[in-house]
């Protein structure tokens, strides 16, 4: 699945002819449960593909992989292959159905604890907890959830939420119209929202880039003495919220909102015939470097 493609009028018509899948005429099989185990490489790279349902994910000790859960009854089959260092789980539906298909499965699979993840989907949630290996999870419309710990962490939706917490030390997020929740983020965050909110709540940040169309930016965190922030939005309103004795050199400028300032001098006038707002200034000795930029959107710089 190319997650780029999702972004264009042309594969919109792809994933609506994968959803024409769903109507299909009513098949004699019932659904079914599915129980599999593979051994497998501690840290062992796992694919998985998906169209609707849920796909959870959950750590363990030990080099077992248990796939659990239920197939609808149009579903063709579970495909479970590869072992050792790779393995790949897929939930195969017809080339073709009419009237109303059921081809939703619900996965609840156990993985070693630095399994490395990549997951995809059309219409079914994405829940990886306790697992430390890099990952990287796609979906459609489906919601995306992390709880854990993982190195790094690639998380993309169109219209489904994104919801991170752990200590993650490089984290990518991604959506269109879903909101976007990072919490205890360590290292370098990188998000971006056409109209869905951005919220991210980081213990530390080393390196940050936050972007969006109409969605509010919401940033808590300690910035390191080296750190590079960026954040950037048109119509959509940014919040910064950094303790007082906040280190940096601070680049902020909007075209048509306003810009409030709890950390040291207000903004002033680019010139006397245009609204526009520019914001210069260094707090304490200006290690980290913060630019923020919006079209209309009003930014506030919050002391905590």
Known sequence: MNFEKLKTA?????????????????????SRTVDETRTVDANVRIEIENVAGEVTIRGWAGNEVRIQGTLEKDVEDLIIEGSGSSLLIEVEIPDRTHGRAE?????????????????????????VRGVDGDMELESVSGSVEVEGS?????????????????????????????????????????????????????????????????????LFGHLTASAELSVETHSGNVDLHLPSDTSATFEIETFSGDIANDLGPGATRVDRYSPGKRLEFKAGGGGARVRVSTFSGNVRLRAE
């Open 10 to 30: 042309s594969f919109a018509a792809a994933v609506a002819a994968a959803f024409a899948l769903l109507l299909g005429s009513p098949a004699a099989a019932q």
């Open 103 to 127: 081809i939703a499965a619900d996965l609840e699979i156990h993985v070693p604890f630095g399994a490395r993840l990549q997951v995809e989907t059309v219409s079914a949630g994405i829940d």
């Open 150 to 218: 993982p190195g790094e962490v690639a998380a993309e939706s169109v219209s489904g939420s994104i919801r991170i917490r752990g200590e993650g030390t490089e984290i990518r997020a991604e959506s269109v119209s879903g909101s976007i929740e990072v919490k205890g983020a360590a290292g370098r965050v990188d998000a971006s929202s056409v109209s869905g909110n951005v919220e991210v709540r980081a213990s530390e940040i080393q390196e940050g880039s936050f972007e969006s169309v109409s969605g509010r930016v919401e």
